[in-house]
């Protein structure tokens, strides 16, 4: 049983940045895979960013390279996205998601999740 909070959503302009959080219950969430999907109106919900549960890699989807990063704190049973340099085609509802079957390349699948938050809104105006 896994329950995930999120918070840090809002509204920012273009070159803002926000600080996404994820407080997962549980004392296995270092075992997770960890991921942020988001999803804007009218399109499908797609990965942002994952971090494993074994060894932490991470990875992004190429459209936030080099200004979103993901970690966990497993001591605090959190995992953040930092996101730096916002643009208006970021916003969305941005969900975290934990699974032990999101292995290897399933880390980018959404079914492959157990658990979700509840999803945070990310505005950025232009």
């Known amino acids: 049983q896994v329950q995930l909070v999120e918070s840090g959503g809002g509204l920012v302009q273009t070159g803002g940045s926000l600080r996404l959080s994820c407080e997962a219950s549980?004392?296995?969430?270092?075992?997770?895979?960890m991921g942020w999907f988001r999803q804007a109106p009218g399109k499908e919900r797609d990965v942002v960013a994952t971090i494993r549960g074994s060894d932490g890699t991470t990875s992004y989807t190429d459209s936030v390279k080099g200004r979103f990063t993901i970690s966990r704190d497993n001591a605090k049973n959190t995992v953040y996205l930092q996101m730096n340099s916002l643009k208006p085609e970021d916003t969305a509802v941005y969900y975290c998601a934990a699974g032990l079957r999101a292995t290897d390349w399933r880390i980018l699948i959404p079914r492959f999740y157990d658990y979700w938050g509840q999803g945070t809104q990310v505005t950025v105006s232009s």
């Open positions: 549980g004392r296995t969430f270092s075992n997770y895979a």
